[in-house]
């Protein structure tokens, strides 16, 4: 049995390991997202403020600001739920924390009594051979 549970921590810390890895994807995706996110609006604003400067006026590129607008609204999207999915990957990793954590509490209880128990024997044979050598016939006067 003290395998069986040294086993099954070390495939929590694999599983743990896996859910660390999945929510470091997530961070990393939401970076981006973020990073472009704010970028396309840098962009939107700067090429609406230039717009007025220009012949024709803000009309001539009325499309262009709606697929930026289009763009914006489905990089928003993606955040959101990127953002959920990230927070699903921290639960889970939490949960897989404390399901490790109790699985090597376990294994550290039964490594204790299974310290415990050989202390005892090892008392209990020295205690039964200085029975022994207690014992009349037995000892140095013999």
Avoid at 28 to 33: C, R, T
Avoid at 50 to 68: D, Q, S
Wanted: aromatic residues 2%; charged residues 25%.
């Amino acid at each position: 049995m003290p395998r069986a549970l040294e086993l099954l921590v070390r495939l929590e810390k694999h599983a743990l390991e896996e859910r660390r890895l999945a929510l470091r994807t997530h961070d990393v995706a939401l970076e981006a997202l973020r990073s472009e996110l704010a970028g396309l609006q840098d962009v939107f604003v700067t090429e609406h403020a230039a717009v007025w400067g220009l012949p024709g006026g803000p009309g001539r590129l009325t499309g262009h600001a709606g697929t930026i607008l289009a763009r914006l609204r489905r990089l928003q999207s993606d955040e959101a739920s990127t953002a959920s999915a990230r927070e699903q990957a921290l639960t889970a990793l939490q949960e897989q924390l404390l399901r490790q954590k109790t699985l090597e509490l376990a294994a550290l209880g039964q490594r204790t009594r299974a310290q415990a128990a050989l202390c005892r024997r090892a008392q209990a044979a020295a205690d039964e051979a200085g029975a022994v050598r207690a014992a009349p016939g037995h000892g140095p006067s013999a």
